[in-house]
């Protein structure tokens, strides 16, 4: 069974730091890409980074360019989500999604595996 298990998420002020993980399981998933999205209450779920899980290529939206980071470790089969400078609308709970291939997207409909999600709140 494939699990995504998500942790990190939590409360920080605004301008703050938070670094979310991302543990798959269940499978191999060198074929994939790993994503982050997030949603809050009364929106879309929204992509935020992606990376290729055994290739070079990282992948943003540009509301997060230049203050988030998306990595991986592949020893510990682990994908983090380093998010500095974080601002009031990055409140949201947030999502590790895996998706077959090397392609990047933004539409979560191309993903095919998610986690239950991480809550992160940044207060003003």
């Known amino acids: 069974q494939v699990q995504l298990a998500e942790s990190g998420g939590g409360l920080v002020q605004a301008g703050g730091s938070l670094s979310l993980s991302c543990a798959p399981s269940g499978r191999t998933f060198s074929n994939y890409v790993m994503g982050w999205f997030r949603q809050a209450p009364g929106k879309e779920r929204e992509f935020v980074a992606a990376i290729r899980w055994s290739a070079v290529g990282t992948y943003y939206a540009d509301s997060v360019k230049g203050r988030f980071a998306i990595s991986r470790d592949n020893a510990k089969n682990t994908v983090y989500l380093q998010m500095n400078s974080l601002k009031p609308d990055d409140t949201a709970v947030y999502y590790c999604?895996?998706?077959?291939?090397?392609?990047?997207?933004?539409?979560?409909?191309?993903?095919?595996?998610w986690g239950q999600g991480t809550q992160v709140t940044v207060s003003s």
């Open positions: 999604a895996a998706k077959t291939g090397i392609v990047f997207s933004q539409n979560y409909h191309s993903y095919d595996y």
